[in-house]
């Protein structure tokens, strides 16, 4: 029996991880014996998960990670096995000039993980979500039924969608319309089969395969950072260029602006980039009036180079500069007063972003050490309280302010970044007590309340899991009735609930 103990947790360190053992399974075939022989599986990849949903909790555990071949490709979609990394999958694509733009930050992930969790990612305001690239799915039911769905072939009618025999009820609730949504069981009248699987975090079948669309070439990319003096001055200007790329999109201008994402990072991620030595390691000078930083992942027109590039930026900002992606962002960049705090990467400058984007990924890191050290020293009951909510961006700013009263007048410390370009942040508590741990916890649900009101969506790119917190807002959003409903369709499809139970669902009598 292998040692169990790096199985027991997911990256969110849910507490309480057990198991009844852990296959590693090679073959679709295999998959189906697995799950045709145990009383309880729980299939991961990664285990990145943030929700505690990749901690198993006495399930026999199905890792996808020794599944990684690439089955079949065509030159607009590549079918992989669930294992296969983010990474791996980028690398294999790169050999022919493809990419997979969905991709989520941590390329770490698996294939089958990112369907199974509708994962997102910073560059979601441009390509969207994992969904929207899935074009098909080999999946293993809970009986060891082994199902192929191709986007298009099978849709729900009459308010179900037969699946295997089996007629599987559609929710009757109504999603909200924002860019990145992971609350449970998508639902919509003529839904396609393809989408049930997406989201449903391993509760409704196991993911084998999955197959993807793909773009090519790969475009040129620039990086921009930019040192906002005010949080207001950075979402007028994320504004700004939301509104230029969506334009250039429309238009298909190759000289319009092209921002495929934009990060922030909040005073406070900027103070613990500076207190943990980031801002240091990777060579950035933040400046001390700093409110808000940018990170704008610019696309240029095919063929762009560094050199071109660097010639239009000696040209200037001006009037009688070229009218070219880089000059039109210098000239917003410019008029709202952040031109002369901005940092431009080049294409090809492959170190320089790597720097850039590590600052990113230090401020979660950064938060993550901090919880941590609060649990061994403090209280061990402390555990990481974050929120993940999306609103449609014009709310943005409103949604931000609230996520900062409702911390402030609990007395709470806190850090706020993510994805302004899609409305969509991570405002993080930094607890010193397990008091703080329950006032975030309430706090969340407040703002769990006024994202819905707004548009928005409570739960956006990480799922709901076990964690009670995520399982509240989701009911909270869909109401009893639509969590009855989503025990429908988990029914129809594991009626003795033996995938992932007490993922997304509380477990109750024989079905989730």
């Known amino acids: 029996m292998p ?41 991961i990849g990664a285990q990145s998960s943030l929700t505690g949903g990749a901690t198993p909790m006495g399930e026999l555990i199905l890792s996808t990670s020794r599944m990684t071949r690439v089955v079949d490709e065509t030159p607009a979609t590549i079918t992989v096995e669930a294992g296969l990394t983010i990474a791996a999958l980028q690398e294999h694509l790169s050999r022919r000039g493809a990419w ?176 943990d030595g980031a801002a240091m390691r990777e060579h950035v000078l933040v400046p001390p009036a700093t409110g808000m930083l940018l990170l704008v992942q610019l696309e240029l027109p095919a063929g762009a180079t560094a050199e071109q590039a660097y010639e239009e930026i000696a040209a200037g900002a001006g009037a009688n500069a070229p009218d070219t992606p880089i000059v039109r962002f210098c000239r917003m960049a410019g008029h709202a007063g952040a031109l002369d705090l901005t940092e431009i990467v080049m294409p090809g400058d492959t170190r320089r972003m790597a720097q850039l984007t590590a600052l990113r990924e230090a401020v979660p890191a950064g938060i993550n050490q901090r919880v941590g050290l609060a649990r061994r020293t403090v209280d061990q009951r402390i555990a990481k309280t974050a929120a993940d909510m999306v609103v449609p961006f014009e709310h943005f700013a409103q949604m931000n302010a609230i996520y900062r009263r409702g911390f402030e007048s609990r007395g709470l410390d806190y850090a706020i ?58 009911r909270q959003l869909y109401g009893d009735a639509g969590i009855e409903q989503m025990r429908a369709v988990k029914l129809a499809l594991d009626p003795g609930c033996r995938l992932s139970p007490g993922v997304i669902l509380s477990c109750r009598g024989s079905c989730g």
């Open 3 to 43: 040692d169990l103990t790096p199985y027991l947790e997911d990256a969110a360190h849910y507490p309480g991880g057990h198991a009844a053992g852990i296959v590693f399974p090679r073959s679709l075939e295999e998959v189906v014996a697995a799950v045709r022989s145990a009383r309880a599986v729980l299939p």
């Open 100 to 275: 997979f733009p969905p991709a989520p930050t941590f390329t770490g992930a698996s294939a089958g993980g990112i369907a199974a969790t509708n994962a997102a990612g910073a560059a979601t305001f441009k390509y969207g979500s994992t969904r929207d690239w899935v074009e098909g799915l080999t999946v293993v039911l809970a009986d060891g039924a082994v199902v192929r769905l191709r986007r298009g072939d099978l849709r729900a009618h009459g308010g179900r969608v037969e699946i295997a025999g089996r007629k599987v009820p559609v929710p009757q609730y109504r999603m909200p319309e924002v860019a990145k949504h992971s609350a449970g069981y998508f639902a919509a009248p003529d839904m396609d089969a393809v989408d049930l699987f997406i989201g449903s975090e391993g509760t409704l079948g196991v993911i084998v395969e999955v197959a993807f669309r793909v773009l090519s070439p790969v475009p040129p990319t620039a990086l921009a950072l930019v040192a906002c003096r005010s949080e207001e001055q950075a979402i007028d200007l994320a504004a700004a260029l939301r509104h230029a790329s969506i334009e250039t999109w429309r238009s298909g201008d190759a000289r319009g602006a092209d921002a495929a994402a934009i990060e922030c990072m909040d005073r406070r991620c900027i103070d613990i980039l500076v207190e």
């Open 417 to 474: 970044w993510g994805h302004i370009s899609d409305g969509n942040v991570h405002p993080n508590v930094i607890p010193r007590s397990y008091e703080d741990v329950e006032q975030g916890q309430e706090a969340i649900l407040e703002f769990g309340r006024e994202a819905a009101r707004l548009g928005g969506s409570p739960l956006a790119e990480h799922g709901v899991g076990r964690n009670p917190v995520k399982q509240a807002l989701l």
